[in-house]
């Protein structure tokens, strides 16, 4: 048995590998991982085939496809008012996390810290540990829903470099005003923090409300990177497809990690994206109405006292709080959930750094509208 020291002590398989592992172990239904259950535009994975057969099979260019990159600069400036060089401050990456990881090897100095809003996406964490920094976790405060701003203000200093957000949030579902973005600008000005905002449920926003994106914040777009995730906005997670967004100085500097990370991205799925979106000019736009009807659909159908919530303002995602009366964790509430009732969601201890039991509990609602039923009427009956 050959030792060594680990770079990442304390760490094993990821919840969602775990939850969905159980979940087809024990043939539940699996509102865990967050994937749609439904496959992508038929024409999208023609016009992906086509790619392929028309030899788009090699190394594509680094930063990606010239294609792409300006399909990505034009939805930016259409959809978000972004005016973004397609060349020299976009990158194609594999997927979401590939984007995070290198956007936090490149800017996270060793010592550096980074504050961390928990719940948080499971990445985010070990990535600046690798980097060498110091995660400092802040809690939302869950019972309200609401951001901590007090306690930010009390964390932040000169040792902070990075503040990783998410909007919309996983697993909150709780959106980032343009409100929200200016006052994060006034905290962070003194100390000229970078604001690392993960974006992939950009789309996906509800009740009329519509997206801020940190690059819309003329106070913070010199010092924020966007990340997206076309696996998210076009049902095909399993592709690992997505793209950050930063002016040219911090992108250079990510693109030198970038390079040795992954050096590029899959070719064909890089023109096929490219053509499907110039095919369907308004497929983004449609998303908020396309899982809005799922969210109403699946919360609607809950009718069970026990059961508490708010109808998620964004992502695919539902937090339900199920008092289930047990002294147990989450995560052991969750596990016999699956086990018994055959469905498999996420406990939202796992998600946060001293893992207190909370009674939260994400379910993905990006499924047909049978699953959603089955769903519901399990959880009306627990
Ligand atoms: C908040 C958040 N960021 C990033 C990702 C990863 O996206 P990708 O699959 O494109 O790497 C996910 C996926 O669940 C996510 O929820």
New binding site residues.
Partial sequence: MQSFNSKLQNIGDSIFSVMSQLANGQKALNFSQ?FPEFNPPQQLIEFVNRAMVNGFNQYAPMPGYKKLLESVAEKERIIHNNNLDADMEITITP???AA?FATIQALVNPHDEVIVLDPS?DSYDPAIRLAGGRPVHIPYDIQNLEFPWEELELKISAKTKMIIL?TPH?PLGLCFTREDFECLAKITEKYQTIILS?E?YEHMVFDGKKHVSVLGIESLKYRAVKIS?F?KTLHT?GW?L?YLAANKILTAEIRKIYQFLAFSTNSAMQIGVAEFLDANPNWELGLSDFYQSKRDYFFNKIQNPKIKGTPSSGSYFQMLKIDHGFEMSDYKFAVELTKSRKIACIPLDVFIQDQPQTNWFRFCFAKNDDTLKQAADIISNL
């Fill in positions: 967050g997927g979401a996390t995070l996406y998410t996983n993960d992939v995730s696996g997670t690992k997505g």
